[in-house]
């Protein structure tokens, strides 16, 4: 069933979010889940990505992506009133919400967008929210506003330092852990590497750790293996045993092995799809600033 795109932007550089009509998904999504789309089935990948918010009444969800390759620059050249083919969901099991006490909740990136959801239900819960919110540099820092509303206390790092405080978001990190009292809970979505570090602070504090994990899927119902994880000693498979997990028990190294396998594949893709967009004279997107076709 094809899935209208009810209105589309951007929200940074290369962060586009668009409200998808899809009912019976907005109607069960719950924060930490996920959806599977194929942009058109006769020939497009699947792709997971993070419902990062729903709407049941209107009976729409939220999604936000980074433009990183093939298929997220295929979703990105798509405009308001065009329809994504096919979205699988909600997928994967819902995060474990409640009042846990004070909570840390560190994104990454595009990691922001899927913390979003979850750092809200736990405010709702009744957690004390410090946010700590990462970025290569400026430009690329989303959901800063949505952020400050829900949170207690926020922080703001870039790589970079220009904006926020010259750090990674380990240092903050590190801070807060070092409170007496320290952190009841944290949360990490973000870059597998970020994750793995934060994971390595927060172990040394002994506060339990809750990381989204952001494997390779392709069906999304366990059949493939393309999501598995070593965790414990033991093979998981993220789609249906995660997206999230307890961050001290992911083997991270095997994981980051596992995502660049296809690399040399994603790149040829992309480029392909580059190629074809400046020979047809759509290419609005490409790196010239001018924006989506809906600006
Ligand atoms: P490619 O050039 O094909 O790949 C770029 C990189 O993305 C790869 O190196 C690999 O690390 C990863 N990737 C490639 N194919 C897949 C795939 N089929 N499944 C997962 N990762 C892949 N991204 C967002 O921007 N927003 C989100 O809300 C979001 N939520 C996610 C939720 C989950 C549960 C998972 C597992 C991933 C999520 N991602 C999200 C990542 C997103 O799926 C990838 O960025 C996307 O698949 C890249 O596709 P591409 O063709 O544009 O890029
Ligand atoms: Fe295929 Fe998880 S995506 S088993
Ligand atoms: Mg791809």
Redesign the pocket.
């Known amino acids: 069933m094809p899935h209208k795109i009810v209105s589309k932007t951007r929200i940074s550089e290369d962060v586009f979010t668009a409200d998808v009509e899809t009912p019976l998904i907005a109607r069960a999504a719950r924060p930490g889940q996920?959806v599977i789309i194929a942009i058109n089935t006769e020939y497009s990948?699947?792709?997971?990505?993070?419902i990062?918010g729903a709407d049941a009444e209107k009976g729409t969800i939220r999604?936000?992506?980074?433009?990183?390759?093939?298929?997220?620059?295929e979703l990105s050249d798509m405009k308001t009133g065009d329809c994504i083919s096919n979205i699988a969901g909600p997928l994967?099991k819902p995060t474990h919400i409640q009042n846990f006490g004070t909570v840390v909740c560190v994104g990454g990136g595009?990691g922001n967008?899927?913390l979003l959801p979850i750092a809200k239900a736990l405010k709702e819960a009744g957690s004390k929210i410090i946010s700590i919110l990462g970025a290569r540099t400026k430009p690329l820092l989303i959901l800063e506003n949505e952020f400050a509303e829900i949170s207690d206390e926020l922080i703001i790092t870039t790589d970079d330092g220009s904006y926020g405080r010259k750090a990674l978001v380990t240092e903050p990190l590190k801070e807060i852990c070092r409170r007496q009292p320290k952190p009841n809970q944290v949360f990490v979505i973000g870059p597998a590497i970020m994750m793995k570090f934060c994971c390595d602070v927060t172990k040394q504090f002994d506060v339990p750790t809750q990381v989204?994990?952001?494997?390779?899927?392709?069906d999304g119902t366990g059949m493939c293996g393309?999501?598995r994880i070593e965790f414990d000693g033991k093979p998981k498979f993220?789609c249906v045993d995660g997206?999230e997990f307890d961050g001290h028990k992911v083997n991270f190294d095997l994981m980051m092995k596992r995502?660049?396998a296809?690399?040399e594949a994603?790149?040829k893709?992309?480029e392909m799809y580059k190629e074809h967009q400046c020979k047809i004279g759509l290419d609005k997107t490409m790196d010239d600033g001018r924006g989506t076709k809906d600006e």
Do not use: D
């Open positions: 996920f990948e699947r792709i997971p990505l993070t990062a999604l936000i992506w980074q433009r990183v390759g093939k298929t997220t620059s994967g595009i967008a899927p989204s994990l952001n494997t390779i899927m392709v393309g999501c993220v997206p995502l660049g296809y690399k994603e790149q893709a992309h």
